[in-house]
């Protein structure tokens, strides 16, 4: 059974740091790319950002870059999230997502339940 | 940045269809897929490549993309189908998946 199980989220002044994990299992970790996608409360989906096979490619949001890094360790089938300069419009559940890759394009098949970020003072 | 637009919500009968609309500009050179997200849960992928639907997802649930826009069509509409829509389409000018402001469907 494909698992992907986030952590990390909690409360954080504006200004901080947090790292979010994703654990995967359930299927072989280093043949995905792996996404972050956030949904602030009471809002909609928004993409944060994405990571290959290897971490040959990376890309992010335009509003996340130079502050979130993504990375990943196939080693322990682990994806991360570093989020710096949090500010509280960062505020939302941050869902791991597996992406998938067929003839035709990409598409995101699988979701994590996601990790509650809360930036506050 | 790319935007994709999606009517807020969308109200229908239990039995009927709903259509679901989600457009952009330069619509003809994007493949759209869509996620259905019930309160309180994580999303769930019901269409990708345009038309081509998950294992496990009902065949009521259909989707085609006219290069103007895409549409999700859910044919008998069930009470189980309330949720949020959202199509998902990857923009190749900056690089980055870009999702649609979702359409709430409500069963009457």
């Known amino acids: 059974e494909v698992q992907l199980v986030a952590s990390g989220g909690g409360l954080v002044k504006p200004g901080g740091s947090l790292r979010l994990s994703c654990a995967a299992s359930g299927f072989t970790f280093s043949d995905y790319s792996m996404d972050w996608v956030r949904q602030a409360p009471g809002k909609g989906l928004e993409w944060v950002a994405s990571i290959s096979k290897i971490s040959t490619y990376i890309y992010y949001a335009d509003s996340m870059k130079g502050r979130f890094i993504i990375s990943r360790d196939n080693a322990k089938n682990s994806l991360y999230l570093h989020m710096n300069s949090l500010r509280p419009e960062d505020t939302a559940t941050y869902y791991c997502v597996r992406e998938r890759i067929t003839t035709k394009s990409y598409y995101f098949d699988f979701w994590g339940q996601g990790s509650l970020v809360t930036v506050s003072s | 940045s790319y935007v994709l637009t999606q009517p807020p919500s969308v109200s229908v009968a239990p039995g009927q269809t709903a259509r679901l609309t989600c457009g952009g500009s330069d619509f003809v050179s994007k493949i759209v897929h869509w996620h259905q997200q019930k309160p309180g849960q994580a999303p769930v992928l019901v269409i990708y490549d345009d038309n081509d639907r998950p294992s496990g997802i009902p065949e009521r649930f259909s989707g085609s993309n006219s290069g103007h826009s895409a549409t999700l069509t859910i044919s008998r509409v069930e009470v189980g189908d309330e949720a949020d829509y959202y199509c998902?389409?990857?923009?190749?000018?900056?690089?980055?998946?870009?999702f649609g402001g979702g359409t709430k469907v409500t069963v009457l």
């Open positions: 998902l389409v990857w923009d190749t000018n900056s690089d980055q998946w870009v």
